[in-house]
Nanobody, 128 residues
Framework: QVQLVESGGGLVQPGGSLRLSCAAS????????IGWFRQAPGKEREFVAA????????YYADSVQGRFIISRDNAKNTVYLQMNSLRSEDTAVYYC?????????????????????WGQGTQVSVSS
């Protein structure tokens, strides 16, 4: 199995930045797609960004395109989410998930059922 631990959340003013980290342990990190999802109160968990280890493909939700950057350091078994120009609507618990990279369509990894492993979440609050 894979264990995931998120960190880096906190309170930030609108327009500010945060960098989230997702540290993985267990099986070989590079064979997994790592995705970031978020869940706000009263809403379903939604896709934010994902990065494949096999091809280095990245993809983003429209709501964060141009503001967030996902990166991964396979040597450290860590994936990062750099969040810039934060808005109040970005407020949510952010989760990272790991999905075995089976070489199937990238779009699959924008959906929560693709992910077998999840971290505990880290709270991001954007408020003045």
């Amino acid at each position: 199995q894979v264990q995931l631990v998120e960190s880096g959340g906190g309170l930030v003013q609108p327009g500010g930045s945060l960098r989230l980290s997702c540290a993985a342990s267990g099986r070989t990190f590079s064979i997994y797609v790592i995705g970031w999802f978020r869940q706000a109160p009263g809403k379903e968990r939604e896709f934010v960004a994902a990065k494949r280890g096999s091809t280095d493909t990245t993809y983003y939700a429209d709501s964060v395109q141009g503001r967030f950057i996902i990166s991964r350091d396979n040597a450290k078994n860590t994936v990062y989410l750099q969040m810039n120009s934060l808005r109040s609507e970005d407020t949510a618990v952010y989760y990272c998930g790991a999905a075995l990279d089976l070489g199937i369509a990238d779009s699959l990894y924008t959906r929560t059922p693709a992910y077998a492993y999840w971290g505990q979440g880290t709270q991001v609050s954007v408020s003045s």
